[in-house]
């Protein structure tokens, strides 16, 4: 079984503040996408990385960044973290080959709430 | 920018009745199109995907959808629902020329009432 697992499902910051979540795949994926999920806009993609060191915006990069410096994990960072910010955070993988083949696989979720 | 409509936000069904949800994309190349769903508290999870071939895929938990390609539609449906069906439905399109993202609707909310 396909395991996405993500560092914390809830966490509280104060405005200002750097954030770091981080997501680890157990099957030798080799892309990973963060997501954040917001009631009545379904996922929006912010960053995703198809190889170890490689990185792509998504749809709404701005106030993000991102870091992969393994190939199994995939992290995400608020360098200053603001209200607008608070939401549903879904990390996913997905591999080039197999049965599963560019299906995602989507971790818990952590759900950030930003004061 | 490609763009993926699902008609309905919130739906409410008894059970036994039967399900379709729309969904519509805007691109016109190469797609593969996928239905995930997210149980409450769970993980979204794939309920069924079409890459090629019968445009009629059937997923798990008696889920089907159809591809049809003059109307840019994926609709999902199911001939009678069951409170356990209570959740959060995503459509999602992937791009074959756009590389490996999907593009996501905006998610129905399915409640059946039992």
């Known amino acids: 079984d396909v395991k996405v697992t993500q560092s914390s499902r809830y966490l509280v910051k104060r405005t200002g503040e750097k954030v770091f979540l981080e997501c680890v795949q157990d099957?030798?994926?080799?892309?990973m996408f963060w997501y954040r999920q917001d009631p009545g806009l379904g996922l929006r993609l912010i960053y995703f990385?198809?190889?170890?060191?490689?990185?792509e915006k998504g749809d709404i990069p701005e106030g993000y960044s991102v870091s992969r410096e393994k190939k199994e994990r995939f992290s995400l960072i608020l360098e200053s973290a603001s209200t607008n910010q608070t939401s549903m955070y879904l990390c996913?993988?997905?591999?080039?080959?197999?049965?599963?083949?560019?299906?995602?696989?989507f971790g818990p979720g952590t759900r950030l709430t930003v004061l | 920018a490609q763009s993926v409509s699902q008609h309905n936000h919130h739906v409410i069904l008894s059970e036994a009745a039967s399900l379709e949800l729309g969904c519509n994309y805007s691109?016109?190349?190469?797609?593969?199109l996928f239905w995930y769903v997210q149980y409450p508290g769970q993980h979204l999870q794939l309920l069924l995907k079409?890459?090629?071939?019968?445009?009629l895929v059937k997923g798990i938990k008696g889920f089907e959808a159809e591809f049809i390609k003059s109307k840019f539609s994926f609709n999902l449906r199911k001939p009678s629902v069951q409170w356990s069906d209570t959740a959060e439905y995503f459509c999602?399109?992937?791009?074959?020329?756009?590389?490996?993202?999907?593009?996501f609707g905006a998610g129905t909310i399915l409640r059946v009432k039992s």
């Open positions: 996913a993988s997905s591999s080039n080959s197999g049965s599963s083949y560019n299906e995602q696989f």
């Open positions: 099957m030798d994926h080799e892309n």
């Open positions: 990385s198809y190889d170890v060191k490689m990185k």
């Open positions: 691109y016109g190349g190469t797609v593969n």
């Open positions: 079409y890459f090629s071939g019968d445009p």
């Open positions: 999602a399109v992937k791009v074959m020329e756009y590389g490996n993202k999907l593009v």
